[in-house]
Nanobody
Framework: QVQLVESGGGLVQPGGSLRLSCVTS????????MRWYRQTPGTERDLVAG????????TYADSVKGRFTISRDNVKKTVYLHMNNLKPEDTAMYYC??????????WGQGTQVTVSS
């Protein structure tokens, strides 16, 4: 059974930091491109950051470049999103996504991040 379990969300003040974690099980983690998406009510899910499998090449949405860092630990089968200098517009539900192919991908249940003073 495939599971992606996110954690680390919460309430933080503007300028603060959080680290999201996504622990996976039931997949060959090393083979998957891992991504973080976020979504606010009434909007589509947007890609925040991604990291490839073997080369660990990273990509970021323009809105988070320089503030967020994605990383992975293939031993722990975990992907992280380090978020610094958080802004109110970063408030969203954050989802972990594991991608192997168009027909083989999985989502986590999400973790809420709220940036507010």
């Amino acid at each position: 059974q495939v599971q992606l379990v996110e954690s680390g969300g919460g309430l933080v003040q503007p300028g603060g930091s959080l680290r999201l974690s996504c622990v996976t099980s039931g997949i060959y983690f090393d083979l998957y491109t891992m991504r973080w998406y976020r979504q606010t009510p009434g909007t589509e899910r947007d890609l925040v950051a991604g990291i490839t499998d073997t080369t660990e090449r990273t990509t970021y949405a323009d809105s988070v470049k320089g503030r967020f860092t994605i990383s992975r630990d293939n031993v722990k089968k975990t992907v992280y999103l380090h978020m610094n200098n958080l802004k109110p517009e970063d408030t969203a539900m954050y989802y972990c996504h594991a991608y192997l192919s168009q027909n083989t991908d999985y989502w986590g249940q999400g973790t809420q991040v709220t940036v507010s003073s």
